[in-house]
Each structure stands twice: as structure tokens, then as C-alpha cells.
Nanobody, 123 residues
Framework: QVQLVESGGGLVQAGGSLRLSCAAS????????MGWFRQAPGKEREFVAT????????YYADSVKGRFTISRDSAKNTVNLQMNSLKPEDTAVYYC????????????????WGKGTLVTVSS
């Protein structure tokens, strides 16, 4: 079992930055593909980014490519999401997730989920 706890959410103005962190416990996350997903009010949960076990392969949604960066720190058992140039449409609850499948994993492939952290971007 893996427990995931997200942190770093908050209120930021458009154009600003936030760094989300996901701390894992119970098991090392080095054996998992890690991902970030988000869900805006009234919308489906959507893919944001994933990173492979080694950290050498990353995937991003087109909507965040060039603005967000996913990274992992195996020593700290954490995965991070650096979010720059934030837009009001980035407002959502952001979830960290772990998958035993490859970096192409999407929401349906995830084995473990955190409870989420709220990001609000004001215009």
C-alpha cells in the first residue's frame, strides 16, 4: 500500500507560480510511474503529467506543456509539479497518483491516489 499526500496548493494570481509536492509513505515510489491529475468544478478528472520510474520519461497534457514540470526525488520519496505562468483555467483540485504501469498511464491505470490539493488562479 502507498499513501500519497499532496501539498502546496493555494490562491495565486494569473501569471504566477506554485509548486505542488506529493509525499509518499508505506512503500518507495521508485517502483511506480507517478502522475498528476486535476479536476475542475463540474468537469471530469483530467491528465496533467506523468513521470517514469527513472524520471527519464515525462508526458504532459497539451494544455500545460511548456508551463508545468513534473519531477521526482527518490531519496525523499516525493514527486513535484512546478507550475509557472498559471492561468485561471488551471484552477482545479490537483491529485497525485501512482501506477505500476508505464509512463503512458492515465487515470484508469492508477493504483493509488492522494486526496488532492486545491489550486485557485485568479484573473
Amino acid at each position: 500500500q502507498v499513501q500519497l499526500v499532496e501539498s502546496g496548493g493555494g490562491l495565486v494570481q494569473a501569471g504566477g507560480s506554485l509548486r505542488l509536492s506529493c509525499a509518499a509513505s508505506g512503500r518507495t515510489i521508485s517502483i511506480y510511474t507517478m502522475g498528476w491529475f486535476r479536476q475542475a468544478p463540474g468537469k471530469e478528472r483530467e491528465f496533467v503529467a506523468t513521470i517514469s520510474r527513472s524520471g527519464s520519461i515525462t508526458y504532459y497534457a497539451d494544455s500545460v506543456k511548456g508551463r508545468f514540470t513534473i519531477s521526482r526525488d527518490s531519496a525523499k520519496n516525493t514527486v513535484n509539479l512546478q507550475m509557472n505562468s498559471l492561468k485561471p483555467e488551471d484552477t482545479a483540485v490537483y491529485y497525485c497518483a501512482a501506477s505500476s504501469s508505464g509512463p503512458g498511464s492515465r487515470a484508469g491505470d492508477m493504483d493509488y491516489w492522494g486526496k488532492g490539493t486545491l489550486v485557485t488562479v485568479s484573473s
